[in-house]
Protein backbone atom coordinates (compact mmCIF):
# COMPACT_ATOMS: atom_id res chain seq x y z
CA UNK A 1 0.00 0.00 0.00
CA UNK A 2 1.28 3.53 -0.92
CA UNK A 3 2.17 5.15 2.26
CA UNK A 4 1.64 9.13 0.85
CA UNK A 5 1.78 10.87 4.01
CA UNK A 6 5.09 9.42 4.74
CA UNK A 7 6.22 9.95 1.06
CA UNK A 8 5.11 13.67 1.63
CA UNK A 9 7.25 14.37 5.00
CA UNK A 10 10.58 12.71 3.45
CA UNK A 11 10.10 14.93 0.20
CA UNK A 12 9.68 17.86 2.56
CA UNK A 13 12.18 16.75 4.63
CA UNK A 14 14.61 17.04 2.07
CA UNK A 15 13.59 20.48 0.10
CA UNK A 16 14.04 21.78 3.70
CA UNK A 17 18.19 20.44 3.50
CA UNK A 18 18.53 21.45 0.19
CA UNK A 19 16.75 25.11 1.03
CA UNK A 20 19.39 25.26 4.23
CA UNK A 21 21.94 24.58 1.60
CA UNK A 22 20.86 27.55 -0.39
CA UNK A 23 20.37 29.55 2.62
CA UNK A 24 16.24 30.21 1.62
CA UNK A 25 13.14 29.48 2.79
CA UNK A 26 11.83 25.71 2.95
CA UNK A 27 8.30 27.44 2.53
CA UNK A 28 9.64 29.65 -0.68
CA UNK A 29 9.39 26.03 -2.37
CA UNK A 30 6.12 25.17 -3.93
CA UNK A 31 5.63 21.22 -4.14
CA UNK A 32 3.74 20.11 -7.34
CA UNK A 33 2.42 16.89 -7.31
CA UNK A 34 2.80 15.23 -10.38
CA UNK A 35 -0.54 13.52 -10.66
CA UNK A 36 -0.48 11.95 -14.15
CA UNK A 37 -2.04 8.21 -14.61
CA UNK A 38 -3.34 8.54 -10.37
CA UNK A 39 -6.86 7.73 -9.54
CA UNK A 40 -8.23 10.85 -8.34
CA UNK A 41 -8.86 9.32 -4.85
CA UNK A 42 -5.24 9.07 -4.05
CA UNK A 43 -4.88 12.77 -5.07
CA UNK A 44 -7.31 13.49 -3.09
CA UNK A 45 -5.56 12.15 -0.27
CA UNK A 46 -2.65 14.15 -0.81
CA UNK A 47 -4.39 17.36 -1.00
CA UNK A 48 -5.92 16.34 2.64
CA UNK A 49 -2.34 16.42 3.63
CA UNK A 50 -1.42 20.35 2.46
CA UNK A 51 -0.47 19.74 -0.92
CA UNK A 52 -2.71 21.88 -2.46
CA UNK A 53 -0.52 22.30 -5.86
CA UNK A 54 -0.80 19.48 -8.74
CA UNK A 55 0.53 19.03 -12.07
CA UNK A 56 -0.73 17.10 -14.74
CA UNK A 57 0.65 16.58 -18.67
CA UNK A 58 -2.30 15.80 -20.84
CA UNK A 59 -5.47 18.12 -20.78
CA UNK A 60 -8.31 15.81 -20.88
CA UNK A 61 -7.07 14.60 -17.55
CA UNK A 62 -6.32 17.86 -15.90
CA UNK A 63 -9.87 18.72 -16.55
CA UNK A 64 -11.47 15.64 -15.21
CA UNK A 65 -9.12 15.84 -11.78
CA UNK A 66 -10.10 20.08 -11.80
CA UNK A 67 -13.59 19.11 -12.14
CA UNK A 68 -13.46 16.53 -9.19
CA UNK A 69 -10.86 18.35 -6.80
CA UNK A 70 -11.61 22.23 -7.74
CA UNK A 71 -10.13 23.34 -4.76
CA UNK A 72 -6.27 22.28 -5.87
CA UNK A 73 -4.10 24.49 -7.97
CA UNK A 74 -3.77 22.79 -10.94
CA UNK A 75 -0.78 23.23 -13.62
CA UNK A 76 -0.62 22.48 -16.80
CA UNK A 77 3.46 20.71 -17.50
CA UNK A 78 3.15 18.72 -20.33
CA UNK A 79 3.56 19.82 -23.83
CA UNK A 80 0.70 21.69 -25.39
CA UNK A 81 -0.88 21.67 -28.54
CA UNK A 82 -2.61 24.54 -29.96
CA UNK A 83 -5.85 22.86 -30.63
CA UNK A 84 -6.07 22.56 -27.03
CA UNK A 85 -5.73 26.04 -25.90
CA UNK A 86 -9.49 26.46 -25.38
CA UNK A 87 -9.32 23.99 -23.08
CA UNK A 88 -6.79 24.65 -21.08
CA UNK A 89 -7.28 28.70 -20.59
CA UNK A 90 -8.74 29.78 -17.37
CA UNK A 91 -8.97 26.27 -16.36
CA UNK A 92 -4.95 26.60 -14.82
CA UNK A 93 -3.08 28.50 -12.33
CA UNK A 94 0.01 27.85 -14.43
CA UNK A 95 1.28 26.47 -17.53
CA UNK A 96 4.54 25.17 -18.02
CA UNK A 97 5.14 24.71 -20.97
CA UNK A 98 4.98 27.81 -23.10
CA UNK A 99 7.70 26.78 -25.77
CA UNK A 100 7.04 28.47 -29.37
CA UNK A 101 5.91 31.39 -30.19
CA UNK A 102 2.66 30.50 -32.06
CA UNK A 103 1.70 28.58 -29.16
CA UNK A 104 1.98 31.96 -27.32
CA UNK A 105 -0.21 34.00 -29.84
CA UNK A 106 -2.91 31.01 -29.30
CA UNK A 107 -2.94 31.22 -25.62
CA UNK A 108 -3.48 35.33 -26.03
CA UNK A 109 -6.60 34.84 -27.80
CA UNK A 110 -8.14 32.64 -26.30
CA UNK A 111 -7.38 34.54 -23.20
CA UNK A 112 -8.95 37.48 -24.73
CA UNK A 113 -11.48 36.06 -25.89
CA UNK A 114 -12.48 34.47 -22.05
CA UNK A 115 -11.45 38.42 -20.79
CA UNK A 116 -8.89 36.37 -18.30
CA UNK A 117 -4.82 36.18 -18.26
CA UNK A 118 -3.08 33.91 -18.91
CA UNK A 119 0.29 32.70 -16.59
CA UNK A 120 3.05 30.87 -18.24
CA UNK A 121 6.10 29.95 -18.03
CA UNK A 122 8.63 29.55 -20.84
CA UNK A 123 10.27 26.09 -21.56
CA UNK A 124 14.04 26.38 -22.19
CA UNK A 125 15.96 23.12 -23.44
CA UNK A 126 19.07 23.90 -21.26
CA UNK A 127 20.26 20.61 -22.20
CA UNK A 128 19.60 20.99 -26.36
CA UNK A 129 18.62 17.27 -26.57
CA UNK A 130 16.52 16.98 -29.61
CA UNK A 131 14.06 15.28 -28.64
CA UNK A 132 13.00 17.63 -25.94
CA UNK A 133 10.69 20.66 -26.18
CA UNK A 134 11.42 24.20 -25.49
CA UNK A 135 13.30 27.20 -26.63
CA UNK A 136 16.68 27.58 -26.96
CA UNK A 137 18.34 29.26 -24.00
CA UNK A 138 20.00 31.94 -27.00
CA UNK A 139 16.90 32.77 -27.94
CA UNK A 140 14.93 33.42 -24.90
CA UNK A 141 15.80 36.96 -24.33
CA UNK A 142 14.39 38.05 -28.03
CA UNK A 143 11.13 35.85 -27.51
CA UNK A 144 10.55 37.78 -23.71
CA UNK A 145 10.84 41.34 -25.96
CA UNK A 146 8.05 40.41 -28.17
CA UNK A 147 5.82 39.54 -25.09
CA UNK A 148 4.41 42.55 -24.67
CA UNK A 149 2.89 42.51 -27.67
CA UNK A 150 0.49 40.07 -26.42
CA UNK A 151 -2.08 41.90 -23.98
CA UNK A 152 -3.48 38.76 -22.01
CA UNK A 153 -0.56 36.72 -21.46
CA UNK A 154 1.81 36.93 -19.30
CA UNK A 155 5.39 34.48 -18.94
CA UNK A 156 6.50 34.54 -14.81
CA UNK A 157 9.28 32.09 -14.71
CA UNK A 158 11.20 29.92 -16.83
CA UNK A 159 11.03 26.47 -16.90
CA UNK A 160 13.47 23.03 -17.92
CA UNK A 161 13.84 19.36 -17.88
CA UNK A 162 17.55 17.77 -17.48
CA UNK A 163 18.23 14.66 -18.95
CA UNK A 164 16.94 11.94 -17.05
CA UNK A 165 19.62 9.73 -15.28
CA UNK A 166 20.25 8.20 -11.81
CA UNK A 167 23.09 10.74 -10.65
CA UNK A 168 21.13 13.85 -9.76
CA UNK A 169 24.82 15.65 -9.74
CA UNK A 170 24.46 15.38 -13.28
CA UNK A 171 21.58 17.43 -13.34
CA UNK A 172 23.44 20.28 -11.51
CA UNK A 173 24.53 22.24 -14.44
CA UNK A 174 21.39 22.50 -16.71
CA UNK A 175 19.75 23.80 -12.85
CA UNK A 176 22.53 26.14 -12.98
CA UNK A 177 22.72 27.54 -16.30
CA UNK A 178 18.95 27.92 -16.18
CA UNK A 179 19.44 30.07 -12.98
CA UNK A 180 22.27 32.02 -14.42
CA UNK A 181 19.70 32.96 -17.32
CA UNK A 182 16.80 34.09 -15.26
CA UNK A 183 19.77 36.28 -13.45
CA UNK A 184 20.65 37.57 -16.88
CA UNK A 185 17.24 38.44 -17.92
CA UNK A 186 16.00 40.09 -14.84
CA UNK A 187 17.94 42.95 -15.48
CA UNK A 188 16.10 43.63 -18.69
CA UNK A 189 13.02 45.57 -18.32
CA UNK A 190 10.01 42.92 -20.20
CA UNK A 191 6.69 44.08 -20.45
CA UNK A 192 4.15 41.01 -19.70
CA UNK A 193 7.63 39.11 -17.84
CA UNK A 194 7.95 38.63 -14.29
CA UNK A 195 10.32 36.03 -14.08
CA UNK A 196 9.64 35.40 -10.36
CA UNK A 197 9.31 31.45 -10.73
CA UNK A 198 11.75 28.72 -11.54
CA UNK A 199 10.43 25.13 -12.36
CA UNK A 200 13.14 22.84 -12.02
CA UNK A 201 13.58 19.40 -10.31
CA UNK A 202 11.72 16.26 -10.39
CA UNK A 203 11.43 12.71 -8.15
CA UNK A 204 15.35 12.05 -9.05
CA UNK A 205 17.29 15.60 -8.92
CA UNK A 206 14.64 17.75 -6.79
CA UNK A 207 17.29 18.44 -3.65
CA UNK A 208 19.72 19.98 -6.44
CA UNK A 209 17.69 21.83 -8.19
CA UNK A 210 16.37 23.79 -5.02
CA UNK A 211 20.30 23.88 -4.56
CA UNK A 212 20.77 26.07 -7.53
CA UNK A 213 17.40 27.75 -6.83
CA UNK A 214 14.02 26.76 -7.67
CA UNK A 215 11.36 27.52 -6.11
CA UNK A 216 8.99 25.63 -8.05
CA UNK A 217 9.23 21.28 -8.10
CA UNK A 218 7.30 18.74 -10.10
CA UNK A 219 7.44 15.42 -8.54
CA UNK A 220 5.30 12.32 -9.13
CA UNK A 221 7.01 9.51 -8.52
CA UNK A 222 8.34 9.71 -4.89
CA UNK A 223 4.84 10.76 -3.76
CA UNK A 224 2.84 8.03 -5.31
CA UNK A 225 4.78 5.18 -5.55
CA UNK A 226 5.39 2.82 -3.12
Not at 31 to 45: G, T, Y
Not at 140 to 146: D, G, N, Q, R
Amino acid sequence: MINVAANIDNIKIRIARAARKRNIDANSVTLIAVSKMVDVSLVEQVYNLGVIDFGENRVAELNRKRQLLPAANWHMIGRLQTNKVKDVVGHTCLIHSLDRWNLAEALDRRAEYKEVIVPTLLEVNISGEEQKAGIAPNLVKSVLAEVGQLKWLRVLGLMTLAPLNDNQEESRPIFKELYALRDQLIKNSFSGVDLKYLSMGMSQDFEVAVEEGSNMVRIGTSIFKE
